[in-house]
């Protein structure tokens, strides 16, 4: 929590049910303190079956906006007015902000975070070069097909468990999505440029999904949108095949960017290491 919050503060926060494990109040709040800004981030929770009164309720500018994670990004899309390029395409929104004649902005941070997390992590990785495969078909593969489609992607590959979802993404983002099964894997790796794990395997130290990495081309990226834990077994493999990675850590600590800048009106302060407050909160020791 910041350490001065007077009766002009500017308030923000983050919803999700549960919302207990959110991660975005620690590090808005470390910044918030670091940068010495008069404002707050909270959590909340609200019922599953009230979330639309509970977003309409701050039209008006009670608050400057608010994060959205699961299982409201697609409802809270259909709360705003007005809407970015990449929400719409994504289907799903991560921001909104709460303008003061009443109406809602929605925007999505989480591509931004995904290509921000990329440019730290794999530098040398062009968008336009090569196809990328998307493994998983949920809120969180749409998202990324959406982010990646937009930045100049020639192809978007969704392989899905069930190849329904995978089409039902592909039908909505047009042409350069398509979709297939997991027995059209070993072809769709042969060419990919960047391959992302966008199902939950893996999650809690599990097996990730069951992609053969050396398959891809050298030099092909290979990212996980699971953070937990930070190394999971898909990329200790892509590792072992010499292929370059990227972390789901990296992503959610830079989608919180531009809604840091959105909420206070500036860019988050350099002096806070935030990956490093993650990691601690983690609890896999500083790295
Ligand atoms: P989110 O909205 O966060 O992306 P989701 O909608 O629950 O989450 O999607 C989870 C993804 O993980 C789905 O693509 C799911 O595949 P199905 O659509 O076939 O269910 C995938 N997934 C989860 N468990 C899986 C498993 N054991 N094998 C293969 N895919 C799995």
């Known amino acids: 929590m910041s350490s001065k919050i007077t009766g002009q503060a500017l308030v923000a ?25 008069d404002g707050a981030y909270v959590p909340m929770g609200p019922a599953l079956d009230r979330f639309e009164a509970f977003v309409n309720g701050f039209r008006g500018g009670v608050i400057r906006g608010l994060n959205v994670t699961i299982p409201f990004k697609e409802r809270a899309l259909a709360c705003a007015d007005e809407a970015s390029d990449l929400a719409r395409l994504a289907g799903a929104a991560n921001l909104l902000r709460f303008r003061e004649d009443g109406t809602i902005f929605a925007d ?53 468990r069930t190849v329904s979802k995978a089409q039902a ?20 790796l042969a060419d990919a440029g960047l391959v992302i794990n966008a199902t939950s395997l893996g999650l809690g130290g599990g097996e990730g999904p069951p992609a053969d990495l050396t398959l891809t081309p050298q030099g092909c990226v290979v990212m ?51 990956r490093a407050v993650a990691l601690a909160h983690l609890g896999e020791g500083l790295k």
């Not at 993404?169 to 769709?188: F, H, N, R, W």
């Open 108 to 160: 999505n941070t989480d591509g931004p975070g995904l290509l921000g997390a990329i440019g730290v992590q794999a530098p040398d990785f062009d968008v336009t070069a090569a196809p990328v495969v998307i493994l998983g078909a949920g809120g969180a593969a749409r998202g990324a097909a959406a982010a990646l489609l937009l930045a100049g992607a020639p192809a978007v590959r969704i392989v899905n």
């Open 169 to 188: 993404i592909a039908d909505a983002l047009g042409d350069k999505v398509t979709a297939a099964g997991e027995d059209a894997l070993p072809a769709l």
């Open 224 to 274: 996980d949108m699971v953070y937990k834990p930070l190394r999971t077994e898909f990329l200790q493999r892509a590792q072992a095949a010499g292929r370059p990675t990227v972390d789901g850590l990296e992503m959610l600590l830079l989608q919180a960017v531009p809604s840091f800048e959105a909420f206070y009106g500036q860019a988050p302060p350099t002096g806070v290491d935030v």
């Open 13 to 37: 926060g983050v919803c999700g049910q549960p919302i207990v494990h959110s991660m975005s109040p620690l590090l808005h709040n470390a910044w918030l303190a670091e940068a010495g800004i």
